[in-house]
């Protein structure tokens, strides 16, 4: 069983800060991605950030230059620096992790989300 725990989200003022972390237990034999998602009211999920295993990110165009992915790979972790946030980025977000549980299987799992919202 594996298990993606989020912690971070909260109420913040246009042009503040938000730090996310998210946390990767449980039966893990390798963790290719672990990224962010997050869904705005009557909107579909979408990407916010990605890093792989080597350290590569991929960031949507609309958080690039604000937000900032970082990875433990030892302790299955991952992080997104939010800045300069704008009340567009208010969303559920979600923490993905792409791995194997075990040496022959694959999957994509996710946490439960945390809230932020963007509001003066």
């Not at 034999?29 to 998602?37: A, D, L, Q, R, T």
Request: charged fraction near 15%; charge should be positive; proline fraction near 3%.
């Amino acid at each position: 069983q594996v298990q993606l725990v989020e912690s971070g989200g909260g109420l913040v003022q246009p042009g503040g800060s938000l730090r996310l972390s998210c946390a990767a237990s449980g039966s893990i034999f390798y963790i290719y991605s672990m990224g962010w998602y997050r869904q705005a009211p009557g909107k579909q999920r979408e990407l916010v950030a990605t890093i792989i295993s080597l350290g590569n990110t991929k960031y949507a165009d609309s958080v690039k230059g604000r937000f900032a992915i970082s990875r433990d790979n030892a302790k299955n972790t991952v992080a997104l620096q939010m800045n300069d946030l704008k009340p567009e980025d208010t969303a559920v977000y979600y923490c993905n992790a792409n791995l194997k549980p075990t040496a022959t299987s694959r999957a994509d799992y996710w946490g439960q989300g945390t809230q932020v919202t963007v509001s003066s």
